[in-house]
């Protein structure tokens, strides 16, 4: 009977673990246009007063999700009718990834996904600093790390970057900020994610290194490049620095 017990015992101890290191993902919707938006998801209903939103600590699995867009003013804008549904669907969301989910400017939706580095630690960061507080429109998922941009003021930065026409300009705008702001390792990816040319991603990733203020998560940068070559020069760059 002890011996039953003490199985019964270790089983249970084994799920509570399992359960408690089970891995969490994000979601992140943006409008490339920089209009508001509302989103809908699994039933509740979030509206940030901004045109992106990141929702830390999901669960993997199916997700309703419907996202709404603010009506430009046009001959085809009704009254009362200030919002738009944009997308409407059940998306499923893998283990450890990160969800990119654009309204571009013609309505249509493009989607990315980021795998999160497999790293305990980092779940755990995640869980306890991306919650949502339960009040429409206040989330700001940046807050948590300590010294870090908050959400608020770090969308004001993703838009003054994004309005650069030219991705060199982006880069002397986005170069400037990083080496005199402090970042978490999600808002550096949003940044690097602006541009096309791997090489101003590896640069901008070196700028921001030091003043990232959770530097274990840095190497979920590295699927942000092409090139093994860049990786390994990024990689190279953080041993040095330590």
Wanted: net charge neutral; glycine share 4%.
């Amino acid at each position: 009977m002890k011996t039953i017990f003490t199985l019964f015992a270790s089983l249970f101890m084994s799920i509570a673990v399992f359960a408690a290191a089970r891995p969490s993902s994000i979601i992140t919707v943006k409008s490339a246009d920089n209009t508001d938006i509302r989103v809908i998801l699994d039933g509740k209903r979030f509206e940030p007063h901004d045109d992106a939103i990141m929702f830390g600590s999901m669960e993997p699995g199916r997700h309703s999700i419907k996202i709404y867009r603010q009506r430009r003013n046009g001959w085809f804008s009704l009254p009362g009718s200030a919002y738009e549904m944009v997308y409407n669907t059940t998306v499923d969301l893998k283990r450890r990834t990160h969800l990119f989910i654009t309204v571009e400017r013609n309505g249509r939706i493009s989607m990315q996904e980021n795998r999160l580095k497999r790293t305990s630690d980092r779940d755990r960061d995640y869980n306890r600093d991306n919650e949502y507080s339960g009040h429409w429109g206040d989330h700001d998922s940046y807050e948590g790390y300590a010294g870090a941009m908050n959400d608020r003021e770090f969308r004001q930065v993703l838009n003054s970057i994004s309005d650069e026409w030219l991705e060199s300009n982006k880069f002397k705008s986005a170069s400037h900020i990083v080496k005199n702001n402090s970042l978490s390792t999600a808002q550096v990816e949003q940044i690097l994610l602006l541009f096309n040319f791997e090489n101003n991603k590896l640069e901008l990733a070196k700028d921001a290194y030091l003043n990232t203020v959770d530097k274990k998560n840095y190497p979920m940068l590295f699927d942000q490049f092409s090139y093994s070559s860049s990786k390994r020069e990024l990689e190279k760059y953080i041993d040095s620095c330590r």
